[in-house]
């Protein structure tokens, strides 16, 4: 009798992701409005009929169930808006005990990391390089090398994106170039939530 396991395999991709995937989230800088420091550039990039691709997500996402693990790969593409590097919007989990889990692939980055409190942590990704999110805590991904990054992210599938609070009130820092390497900064704009 043949078994009634169900399971999944799919393969890393490189810079085109997961092979197979089930869906694919692209995102470009008018997807992104607001998000970078130097706003009025971004608005004359646009304005110019410029609408670069920043990062790509291949996921292959399970129902939103409790006990139920999603499997996404993103790349993000190398750029600058300014002196700022391309980054992933960066969410907390609508469910607040989910955690995730981050492999590097492909690439150099940097994962921005902030609590409701806004203290901050980050963490180098790049292949081999494995990191833990912990629960509570909001994750944005930044691409600081010269060629795609790529990056695998295992997650509860019922964990939920809240873009909300980072869309409205940003990450505590940012990472800019500075005399051609990446550095970790302040956010002037950053206000911390009350
Ligand atoms: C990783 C995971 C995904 C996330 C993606 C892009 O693959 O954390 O859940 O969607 O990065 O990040 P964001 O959703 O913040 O744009
Ligand atoms: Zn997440």
Redesign the pocket.
Known sequence: MASSITYLTTTIDGARGLKPYKRK?T?RLSDLRGYFLNKGLVEEILSKGENPII?E?YEIPQEPTDGLLSI???VIYPGKVGDEYYF????FHTKESAS?VYIGVEGEGIILMQNKEGETAYSRIEPNVIVYIPPGVA???INVGSGKLVFL?V?PSDAG?D?GSIEKLGFAKLVVERDGKPEVVDNPNYVKAS
Request: aromatic fraction near 16%; include cysteine; hydrophobic fraction near 15%.
């Open positions: 989230l995102r990062y997500v996404g790969c993103t992933t919007k960066g969410h995730e994750h944005r991904t992210a997650y994106h873009y």
